[in-house]
């Protein structure tokens, strides 16, 4: 359907905005990205107005055979896709996930261990305005002074401490690769469970680009819409076997109702593409791209927390440059480059203006941008930064916007499988 051509004239222009907004401007938020055409005609057809409540075979209404077929097809295809023995699709998102596994696997007096959110931490990981901070005993580890990257000395002494149930590893900010290995090694140590929030590298690991968190991991959540490149509103959790039905039942009957269906058919064209050669050329880009931009903002003097990236996303330190992420944030965006204020480990700035900017390379290695553009695009961020936002180097960058998207589609052909 084209829904610019829809009876609903005010929702029909506000499509239409949006679609030239993302067309002339370019993201660098490490959580969005552009899902293909194929995986964008799966959301909101024909499977969208089927109740399949319950789980293949066990559906609490009739009509489901199809529905059966195609949430079975999504599980056998995550499966090949991280290598895991068993994986639920039915999650609305990974922290709704999150939040169900924690509600079915411990109880509020059981202690859960996370990275602090400053640090690079997720909300949903015991934060104390989230839920999930609210009902469970929490303890954190963080990054070192000296490097900012993960403490694993740190790790060990906080978990022996403290003798959690489960150390939850992965966060939203955190530039670096997790060494699951040892995590694995510390979380046996007390006998607890490694649970990995894979969201942000999630379409890394199954681009063989990175270190998968299996065999090492007992839990593995992650989102479907980051480097994964797939639907929005949408999760995986992979487990062991001998977690997967509490792990099916956290979701069902004990957090959500009837799945979307037509998300679970997203999801599923979604893990077969991951697995082509074509995907794995891509996750392998989407690294190379954010070395590259990485370069280009270091070559224009710009502290990047932890000294840059082995991953998609980059964080830079604006706390050693006498600005703020709120104040980057809203430069940039005059310039048409959308990105997102974010705290930095050691940050003594509210999370309203924020010591650091958190740009990730998924998005527009997605819409075709090669090392030579990211290096590019590095520098005259960088510049823009280091003139305390000067109107020349907004300018500058504005108009290597403008050029570089003239003609540029969301979803570049040569990702195509």
């Not at 829904?3 to 004239?9: E, R």
């Not at 068993?86 to 609305?92: D, G, I, S, Y």
């Not at 980051?226 to 995986?236: E, H, N």
Request: proline content about 4%; some cysteine; glycine content about 8%.
């Amino acid at each position: 359907m084209d829904q610019t051509k829809t009876p609903d004239a005010e929702v029909s222009n506000l499509v239409r905005l949006e679609e030239l907004r993302q067309l002339s401007q370019i993201s660098l938020v490490a959580s969005e990205n552009y899902s293909s055409p194929v995986i964008r005609g799966f959301e909101g057809g024909i499977f969208s107005d089927k109740n399949a409540e319950g789980y293949p075979g066990k559906r609490c209404v009739s009509g489901c055979e199809y529905a059966d077929q195609l949430e079975n097809l999504a599980i056998e295809r995550a499966k090949t896709a991280f290598g895991c023995e068993h994986a639920n699709v039915q999650a609305m998102s990974a922290t709704i996930a999150n939040f169900a596994i924690m509600n079915e696997l411990f109880r509020p007096s059981d202690g859960l261990m996370a990275m602090r959110l400053q640090d690079g931490g997720h909300l949903s990981h015991g934060a104390p305005f989230h839920a999930s901070g609210q009902k469970f005993r929490w303890c954190f580890y963080g990054v070192s002074r000296t490097d900012e990257q993960l403490d694993y000395d740190e790790v060990r002494s906080v978990a022996l401490e403290s003798r959690p149930a489960a150390i939850i590893c992965g966060g939203s900010s955190y530039p670096r690769l997790v060494d699951y290995e040892q995590m694995h090694q510390i979380a046996r140590e007390i006998d607890a469970l490694l649970w990995v929030d894979l969201s942000h590298t999630a379409g890394l690991v199954a681009g063989r680009a990175v270190p998968s968190p299996f065999p090492h991991a007992d839990i593995v959540t992650t989102s479907t819409h980051k480097t994964l490149r797939g639907p929005r509103g949408g999760a995986l959790i992979l487990c062991k076997n001998f977690l997967a039905e509490r792990v099916d039942r956290a979701i069902f009957p004990g957090l959500q109702g009837a799945p979307k269906m037509d998300l679970i058919a997203a999801r599923a064209a979604l893990l077969s593409e991951v697995t082509t050669a074509r995907f794995q050329e891509y996750a392998r880009d989407v690294l190379s791209n954010a070395k590259a931009l990485e370069r280009g903002l270091l070559y224009a003097g710009v502290p990047l927390v932890s000294g840059g990236t082995s991953s998609h996303l980059l964080l830079l330190n604006l706390l050693k440059c006498h600005t703020t992420g709120n104040e980057i944030e809203g430069s940039l965006l005059k310039s048409h480059v959308v990105s997102n204020k974010n705290s930095v480990p050691f940050d003594t700035l509210p999370p309203s203006k924020a010591g650091g900017l958190r740009i990730g390379s998924a998005a527009l290695t997605t819409r075709g941008f090669d090392q030579h553009r990211f290096f590019e695009l590095g520098v005259m961020i960088g510049n823009v930064v280091m003139s305390a936002c000067s109107h020349d180097r907004m300018a500058d960058l504005r108009s290597f916007v403008k050029e570089s998207t003239k003609g540029l589609p969301l979803f570049n052909g040569k990702w195509a499988v």
